[in-house]
C-alpha cells in the first residue's frame, strides 16, 4: 500500500473504471458464442443437505447436523460450493456413528421401520428374495436415482456376510443398508459423466437431484422421481409448475433459510455478531425474540416467493413479517392475525413505521453493527456488498480507526470523526462511498428499534452521495437504493444462480445472469421469474462436456 | 401450525441437536494402562488469530538470561521449560491480503493461492507431514481442536475464502482439515479410540468399509479426471479407518496400549457456556490425549483469522479481538489488546502446567512434548508478518534446549523451527517450506 496521500495512487473511480472496462471486453467475448452450459463437478453432501436427506430417506424426526462439522464457504459465497466441500477424517468417522444410530433407530421406531422393512421371508418368499426387495426400493431411494443390478449385488452379499456372522433377517437388513448410507454414492451428488463432447441436457434424475437440492435442501421426492422417470422434466411449464409445487412444501423452509443466512450474513448472529448480552439483557434472555428477529428475513424471503412479490420488496415493502414479539420491539401497533400472533406471518406494513424492506429488520441491523454499538461504517459496507454486490476494498494497513479514536475529544460524534476520516485522501475514496449508505441507518439502534437521540444527542440521519445528493433516513436511503436497483437486481441474481449451481461462477455465466436480468425487469421484477429463470437457464439444465474447463 | 412450531425451534438452534449418545456406562470396560517404556514424543500447536501488542511480547535479555516481559508473565511457573524466539517470519506470507495468506500457512510456510474457492492451494502443514508419517503409531493420527466454526463464507472485500482463515492444519495442499468444537464429541472420540473394537464389531466394521470402497471404485471409473481426486479424499480416509479399525481389534496383539486411563466419571458439556471454559475444556482433552497416548499430534485454533470474538468477559476490554488488534496506536487500545492476548498466553500456561502434572517416569509429558503457541502476525495494526510471536513449551524428549530466548537476525525462516521440531519428533526432513537448515541453537544433538 502506497504511502497515505501520495499522488501516484491512482483514484478508485479510475481504477474501477478501468477494471470495468476490462471485464466488459472479456464478458462480451465470452458471450459471442451464445450462453454455455458450465462444468457439473461431483460434490459431497453439505451438512445440512446430508442431515435432511437422512431426515427425508428414513422418515425420522431426528436431526443429526450437529454431529458434524460446518462447511466452510466458496464460490458465491455459499457452504454448497463443490469445490470446497472436504472431507475429512473426522468426517468419516462421524459418518460411520451416524449410520450405525440412524439404523438403530430405524430399527426401533415403527415409521422407518415400516418403510425400510417391505418385505419379509415367508411362506413361498425366501430370506433372499425379501431382501432383494428391500435392496431394490430402498438403493434408488438413497442413491437418489435408479440403481443397477450389478451395483446392488454388493448389497446383498453384504447382507448374506451378516447372516453369515449369526445376524438375523431384520438385523441383516439394517447393517447392509448402514453400509449404503457410508457409500460415496449416497454421501456425494454425482452427474453422469458427460463424455459425448458437446453440451448435452441433464439426464432426468440429475435435474430432479439439482432442483430438489435448491428448493428443499434435500433429495428429491416420489412426485420428483416419478417426473424424472417419464422424461418430461425438461420441459419449460413442467418445471415453472413444479417450482410452485416445491416452494409451497414446508421443506422449502430449508431454502429460504440457509440461502438468506449465508446471503445477508445473518447467520453470524448467533456467533461473533451476536449482540452483547450485557448490554442487550432482553434479547440474550428471550429465545422468543431471537427466534423471532433471526427468522424475520426468512419467512419474508419466502413469502416473496411464494406470492411472487417484486424483488425490489427486499429494498422497500408494503408487507413485512411480523410476530407479537416484533411488534412489542419495535414498539407499534401491527395488524397481526390474531389466533397466530405468535407465529411469524405477513402483514401490512403500518403507515410512516419504517418497517418495510431488508433494511429495517433488526437481523439485518444487528448483523451489520458491533456488538456493542452500531456502525455506519459496518452498514454501508454491509449494503455494498450484500445488496449491491459491489464489496468496498479492504482499508490499507495501519491508517488510524478515526471512528473510534480517543486521540479526538470525547465530544465528538462519529459521525464528525469519519468526516475528518475522509479529509485523508487514503480513507475517503472508499468511505466517501461506504459512510453516506450508513448514517440514513442511524435511526435503528444494533437491535433495530427505532431512535431519534443516541446519547442525549437527537440522531443525525443526512447523507450525502458523491454526486452531491443529499438525503436523510431509512426512507431516503432506500430511494438512493431503488435508484440503483439495477446492480441490486444483478447482485441478487449471481447469488441465487450461484447457489443453485452450487459452485463459482464463471466469465461465461455472466452472460446468464444478464439473461436472467433482462427476463425479470421485463417481467416487472418478479421474484419467480428470477427462480424460473436460474432453474431454465442453460447452466442448470446442461452439462459441459467432460474435459472442457469453462 | 403445530409442525411450523417445531420446525422454528429447529431452524432457531440450527437442529434439534440430538446427539449421537454412547450407551456411556457400558463402554466403560476398564483399560489397564501400559507399561512405562520409552516415552513417545508429543507435538501440538496453538494457534491465535490477531498478532500481539509488540511492545509488551518481546522479552528484554539474550538466551538464558532473559526478563519475561508483561504479557509472557503467566509462564514464569514454566520459564525453563519454553523457548521464545524472536525475527521468525513466513517469507510465503509476504504480500496478499492482511490476514489470510499469513494464517493459513502458519504452519505450512507456503503461499496460499488468492481464490475464492475454486482453487484452493496451501502446502501440508508441519503436524500433518508427522502424522502422515506415524499414523499407525496411535489410535488416532491427529487432533484437529477449536472453538468456533468455520468462519462463514467469502471474503468478498480481499477476494479469499474464508475456509483459508479457519484451517491451519492441511493434509494436502487442497485439504483442509475439519477441526472439532465440541468438547463432549471430542472426549467421546478419544474415549472410543483408545478402547479399541471388539473382534466381532471390527470383522462387521471391515465388511462394512469393504463394501463403501468397492463403490468408491466403482464411481471413480466413472468420473472425470478432476472429480477423481475429490473422490480420493473420500478413499483415502476410508482406508485409513478401515486400517484403523484392524489395528484396533486385535485383542491382546494390539501393540498399542493406552499409557493412562481417562476419568469415566468426566463428561465435559457440548456446549460450554463462556469462551473462557470452552477454550480450557479443549486444552484438557490435548492434555488428556496426550496423557493417555491416544495421538501424539494436536491443534488447535483460539480462532478464526480476523476473529472478533468479544473479550469483553476481560476486565478492562470493550471490543471485539479483531478491532482492538486495529488499535491505531492508541494507548487505551493497545492496552486492551495486551490484555487480549495475556489472557491468551494464560491458556497457554495452564495447558503446559496440567502437562506437567503428569508424570511420566522421572520426567513429565510436558518434558516429552513441543507445544508451539503461534500467531502469524507480530503488529495486528499493521499486518506485519516479520517478528511472529512464537513459542515452544516441553523439551521435547530432552531434546529441546528450552528456557532461552533465541534471537535471530532479521527475517530468519520460521521453517528452520519446523525443521528442528520434525528432528525431534523423529520425522526428519530435508527441507521445509522456504526453511534453511535447522534453527540454530535449539537442539541439543544426538
Known sequence: ?550 | MKDLRISRRALLRGGAGVAIGLPWLEAMAATTPGSAGKPPIRMAALYMPNGVNVSAWTPKGVGRDFELSPTLQPLAPLKDKVTVFSNLWNQGSKGGDGHYVKEAAILTCNTIKKTPGADISNGVSIDQLAAQRTADATPLPSLELGVTPVAIGVDAVVGYTRIYGSHIAWSSPTTPLAREINPRSVWERLFRAGKGTSANAAKMDKLLLDRVLGDARTLRTQLGSSDKQRLDEYLSVMRSMEERVERSSQGTKRTWKPRAAMDPKFLPPERPESHAEHVRLMMDMIATAFETDTTRIATFMFGNAVSNVSFRFLEGVTAGHHDVSHHSNEEEKLKQYQIINRWHIEQYSYLLQKLASMKEGESTVLDNSMVLFASALSDGNKHDPHRLPILLGGRGGGRIQSGQHLVYGEDHPLANLYVSMLDAFGTPVERFGDSTGPLAGLLRDV
Open chain 1, 1 to 550: 500500500m502506497p504511502p497515505i496521500g501520495s499522488p501516484k495512487v491512482p483514484s478508485l473511480d479510475a481504477r474501477e473504471q478501468f477494471s470495468g472496462w476490462v471485464e466488459r471486453a472479456l464478458q462480451a467475448t465470452a458471450c459471442s458464442d451464445g450462453i454455455k452450459a458450465g462444468p457439473s463437478p461431483i460434490r459431497r453432501l453439505n451438512r445440512d443437505e446430508y442431515a435432511a436427506t437422512l431426515r427425508d430417506l428414513l422418515e425420522m424426526q431426528l436431526d443429526v447436523s450437529a454431529s458434524l462439522p460446518a462447511d466452510g464457504a466458496g464460490g458465491e459465497g455459499f457452504d454448497n460450493a463443490a469445490e470446497t466441500l472436504f472431507l475429512s477424517p473426522l468426517h468419516s468417522e462421524k459418518y460411520m456413528e451416524i449410520a450405525k444410530f440412524a439404523m438403530d433407530f430405524a430399527a426401533r421406531e415403527f415409521k422407518p421401520r415400516a418403510k425400510i422393512l417391505i418385505a419379509r421371508p415367508g411362506p413361498g418368499v425366501t430370506d433372499e428374495q425379501a431382501a432383494r426387495e428391500v435392496f431394490a426400493n430402498f438403493l434408488p431411494n438413497a442413491f437418489r436415482r435408479p440403481v443397477t443390478d450389478a451395483e446392488m449385488l454388493p448389497y446383498i452379499d453384504l447382507y448374506r456376510a451378516a447372516r453369515k456372522a449369526g445376524q438375523t433377517y431384520d438385523d441383516g437388513i439394517f447393517f447392509a443398508l448402514r453400509g449404503a448410507l457410508v457409500s460415496p454414492m449416497f454421501l456425494f451428488r454425482r452427474e453422469p459423466i458427460n463424455d459425448t463432447g458437446a453440451e448435452r441436457p441433464l439426464d432426468g434424475y440429475s435435474l430432479a437431484n439439482r432442483l430438489s437440492y435448491l428448493l428443499w435442501g434435500s433429495m428429491p421426492d416420489e412426485l420428483l422421481f416419478d417426473v424424472a422417470a417419464s422424461g418430461k422434466l425438461h420441459e419449460p411449464e413442467v418445471l415453472k409448475e413444479l417450482i410452485g409445487v416445491m416452494l409451497r412444501n414446508e421443506k422449502s423452509r430449508n431454502f429460504a433459510n440457509r440461502f438468506v443466512e449465508q446471503w445477508l450474513h445473518t447467520r453470524d448472529l448467533s456467533g461473533t455478531k451476536a449482540p452483547d448480552a450485557a448490554l442487550f439483557p432482553t434479547y440474550a434472555a428471550s429465545e422468543e425474540l431471537r427466534s423471532d428477529i433471526r427468522l424475520q428475513p426468512v419467512y419474508f424471503f419466502r413469502e416473496i416467493f411464494l406470492r411472487d412479490e417484486s424483488v425490489l420488496s427486499f429494498i422497500d415493502s408494503k408487507y413485512t413479517i411480523a410476530t407479537g414479539g416484533l411488534a412489542k420491539h419495535f414498539g407499534i401497533k401491527m395488524p397481526l392475525k390474531q389466533n397466530q400472533a405468535q407465529q411469524p406471518h405477513w402483514v401490512e406494513v403500518p403507515e410512516g413505521s419504517n418497517r418495510g424492506g431488508l433494511l429495517s429488520m433488526p437481523a439485518i441491523l444487528a448483523v451489520s453493527s458491533y456488538p456493542y454499538r452500531t456502525s455506519p461504517v459496518l452498514r454501508g459496507a454491509w449494503i455494498l456488498e450484500a445488496l449491491l454486490g459491489t464489496p468496498p476494498p479492504p482499508p490499507p494497513p495501519n491508517v488510524p480507526d478515526l471512528e473510534d479514536s480517543k486521540s479526538h475529544t470525547a465530544s465528538k460524534s462519529v459521525r464528525e470523526r469519519l468526516a475528518q476520516h475522509r479529509q485523508n485522501p487514503a480513507c475517503a475514496s472508499c468511505h466517501s462511498r461506504i459512510d453516506p449508505l450508513g448514517f440514513p441507518l442511524e435511526n435503528y439502534d444494533v437491535l433495530g428499534r427505532w431512535r431519534d437521540t443516541d446519547g442525549g444527542q437527537p440522531v443525525d440521519a443526512s447523507a450525502e452521495l458523491m454526486d452531491g445528493t443529499k438525503f436523510s433516513g431509512p426512507e431516503g436511503l432506500k430511494k438512493v437504493l431503488l435508484d440503483r436497483k439495477d446492480l441490486f437486481v444483478r447482485n441478487l441474481t449471481a447469488k441465487m444462480l450461484g447457489y443453485a449451481l452450487g459452485r463459482g461462477l464463471t466469465l461465461s455465466d455472466s452472460c446468464t445472469i444478464d439473461d436472467i436480468v433482462a427476463q425479470v425487469k421485463k417481467n416487472n421484477y418478479s421474484s419467480r421469474t428470477l427462480l424460473e429463470g436460474v432453474v431454465l437457464s442453460r447452466p442448470f439444465r446442461y452439462q459441459a462436456p467432460e474435459g472442457k474447463k469453462q
